[in-house]
């Protein structure tokens, strides 16, 4: 099994910036990707970004240009930097680890004042 701990979530107004951080431990054999998921109230979780063997990154749509994913793979950790947020931003982010069954952290409320 595996433990996954996010933190740097939290309340900040409209155009501001959060880092998100989520370290992964306990057994995990080979980590293929790292990344970030959201579920705002009332709607489904939704992909945000992820990042494949450290290098490869992929985002969702309305965060590209704003959001940036990057990771340490000797340390399993994953972080999400988050820029000009907006109140559509709001939610619970959730880290994953895919090694390569999948790993879910217990979530970090985002929360974007406008």
């Known amino acids: 099994q595996a433990q996954l701990v996010e933190s740097g979530g939290g309340l900040v107004q409209a155009g501001g910036s959060l880092r998100l951080y989520c370290a992964a431990s306990?057994?995990?054999?080979?980590?293929?990707?790292m990344g970030w998921y959201r579920q705002a109230p009332g709607k489904e979780r939704e992909f945000v970004a992820h990042?494949?063997?450290?290098?490869?990154?992929n985002y969702e749509d309305t965060v590209k240009g704003r959001f940036t994913i990057s990771s340490d793979n000797t340390k399993n950790t994953v972080y999400l930097e988050m820029y000009r947020l907006s109140p559509g931003d709001t939610a619970v982010y959730y880290c994953?680890?895919?090694?390569?069954?999948?790993?879910w952290g217990q979530g970090t409320q985002v929360t974007v004042s406008s």
């Open positions: 994953f680890v895919e090694a390569p069954t999948w790993y």
């Open positions: 306990g057994s995990i054999n080979r980590v293929n990707a």
């Open positions: 990042i494949i063997n450290g290098r490869s990154a």
